[in-house]
């Protein structure tokens, strides 16, 4: 019975990353945790590794090119910039973070 049921998240995990999962190679990148996990599920749904390259390596290149134009451009105002951008980046993460749970709890009711 568990085999079945890590068999079907397992699936559902790989549909879900062969719609989405070229588009969280890239972005992900720019999420605190979700950069690391990235490759461990292309590498587990079989991407192809043209398609992954594609996509993660254009992901970390403008995830370079955004914090190393942020120094460059933040100059000697970085501490102003990074208090401001940590305000804004926990912001976000509550709403991101209030967002999933929302979702959990509408697909938790509906099974």
């Known amino acids: 019975m568990l085999h079945r049921r890590a068999e079907a998240k397992l699936r559902r995990v790989h549909d879900w990353f062969e719609r989405?999962?070229?588009w969280t190679l890239f972005f992900g990148y720019f999420v605190v945790g979700v950069r690391h996990f990235t490759a461990l599920v292309a590498g587990t749904t079989e991407m192809r590794y043209?398609?992954?390259?594609?996509?993660?390596?254009?992901?970390?290149?403008?995830?370079?090119?955004?914090?190393?134009?942020?120094g460059y451009f933040a100059g000697g105002q970085w501490q102003h910039?990074?208090?401001l951008l940590h305000g804004g980046a926990l912001a976000i993460a509550a709403v991101v973070a209030l967002?999933?749970?929302?979702?959990?709890?509408?697909?938790r009711r509906r099974a």
Request: aromatic share 28%; hydrophobic share 65%.
């Open 20 to 22: 989405f999962g070229r």
């Open 50 to 70: 043209p398609v992954f390259a594609a996509f993660a390596y254009t992901g970390a290149f403008f995830w370079v090119v955004t914090f190393v134009s942020l």
């Open 81 to 83: 910039v990074a208090h």
């Open 99 to 107: 967002g999933a749970g929302g979702i959990w709890l509408w697909h």
